[in-house]
């Protein structure tokens, strides 16, 4: 992948780390605020806005071509052979509620999930920078990391309950030490550094935009992303597609972590 894609995409998320960390002191009364329906069919917060349009209008301005895939603004075509898979902002009702855990992810692919070349997700309260590229690892603020082999006994997993819980995961609730932290992006990173032990979300859920980058961060990890069957993974660069989603250490303990939620 030519460098000035990489670095196009590396600038994308910090002029969006800057712009929501300077507007989190005078404008987060406003973070919350409805202002209308984004192209996935769910209702735009103003912090969503604000920052897929820092995205937006710094990439147009851009000499690189990338067309953009958004959440809230959909398929934006710039005439690139690359597509910036974009959430502007991961775990937007934390941020507005004043949850100090959500971020910003960008992936770059050209069709499906299985052809992102390069990952990044921020998280913004933080700063914590979580970098992967196929076939050259992961990283955590520029060190590189592996996911652990094998979990401990104590399992510490993050689980999505409320109305995208199903018997699975209930059944798995039970079984161990559970938080549900809102933001997927960031809870698949925390998998791939050994902080959490497996991350699940068992309905069709989530959307590419939403796991796009952090998938790559946990393969690259040398961890495993599949849905709720234990196949692996893969999804078009698309709005129209949803999944569910379990991510963590290699495929043995996917097996294991379903028939756990069984019995």
Do not use: W
Request: proline share 3%; aromatic share 8%.
């Amino acid at each position: 992948m030519d460098a000035k894609i990489k670095l196009l995409a590396r600038q994308t998320v910090d002029k969006i780390y800057r712009k929501i960390k300077r507007n989190y002191k005078t404008d987060f009364h406003k973070f919350g605020t409805n202002i209308g329906i984004g192209a996935d069919g769910t209702p735009t917060k103003y912090i969503d806005d604000i920052a897929e349009k820092v995205a937006i209008s710094f990439i147009k301005k851009s000499k690189t071509p990338v067309n953009i895939l958004s959440e809230e603004a959909g398929f934006v075509d710039f005439g690139g052979k690359y597509t910036f898979v974009l959430d502007p902002i991961d775990g937007t009702r934390n941020a507005y509620r004043g949850v100090p855990f959500f971020g910003v992810c960008l992936a770059i692919g050209k069709k499906s999930l299985n052809d992102v070349e390069y990952g990044i997700v921020r998280n913004i309260p933080t700063g914590d920078l979580f970098i992967a590229e196929k076939d050259n690892g992961a990283f955590l603020n520029n060190k590189r990391f592996a996911i652990p082999e094998m979990p401990p006994n104590d399992l510490l997993a993050s689980i999505t309950l409320g109305v995208n819980a199903d018997n699975l995961v209930m059944g798995l609730a039970k079984k161990g030490t559970v938080r549900s932290l809102g933001s997927a992006s960031l809870e698949m990173c925390m998998v791939a550094v050994g902080a959490l032990d497996y991350y699940i979300v068992s309905k069709d859920y989530l959307r590419i935009t939403d796991i796009a980058a952090s998938t790559l961060v946990v393969r690259e990890a040398g961890g495993v992303v599949t849905n709720i069957s234990g196949e692996n993974l893969d999804m078009e660069i698309s709005l129209d597609e949803r999944t569910s989603v379990i991510a963590c250490c290699n495929n043995e303990f996917v097996k294991s972590l379903i028939s756990l939620g069984k019995n």
